[in-house]
């Protein structure tokens, strides 16, 4: 199944995947993915479906970047990769919603992977998020919080 998937190399690529129910997820992928569902990672409460970042654009954004919408939700939880492992990519899928994680993120079923995400687009990511200069924004990792 994921052999067959194609790859995104672009955050303008990215965009074109953008609707209502479509979400980006890190994981080892859909085979991987397929017969489980993600955990509370304080609790190890199994959760009701896998954690992803919702690829549809809110309102509010008006008509900002599309790409830096895109490179958001790509950079919000990129140390996935350090954290759990190579092997662990970002991928796109079509969902549907079945609740709500700890942090408030969509907890998903997947109903059909769409595509890898590769390197190159993270990389634009990066240096798209980097370019805007924000000392107040980052990716979401507690792994380096004092507790």
């Known amino acids: 199944m994921t052999a067959r998937l194609p790859t995104i ?3 303008a690529e990215l965009t074109c995947f953008i609707g209502d129910d479509v979400y980006l997820r890190w994981s080892q992928g859909p085979e991987a ?3 489980s569902t993600s955990s509370d990672s304080l609790t ?9 970042s919702p690829l549809h654009i809110e ?3 008006g008509d900002r970047s599309r790409e830096l919408w895109v490179a958001r939700r790509l950079f919000d939880y990129r140390h996935l990769r350090d954290l759990r ?5 970002a991928w796109v899928l079509r969902g ?8 408030n ?13 590769a390197d ?28």
């Open 105 to 117: 993120e969509p907890l998903v079923r997947c109903r059909e992977p769409l595509a890898w995400v």
């Open 44 to 52: 190890g409460v199994e959760l009701p479906g896998l954690s992803a």
């Open 9 to 11: 190399t672009s955050l």
């Open 59 to 61: 309102p509010w954004w």
């Open 85 to 89: 492992g190579p092997d662990v990519r």
């Open 33 to 35: 993915d397929e017969a």
């Open 96 to 103: 549907t919603e079945v609740g709500r994680g700890p942090d």
């Open 120 to 147: 190159s687009a993270l990389r634009e990511c990066s240096e798209l998020v980097g370019a805007q200069r924000s000392d107040e924004w980052g990716p979401l990792d507690r792994s380096n919080s004092d507790h």
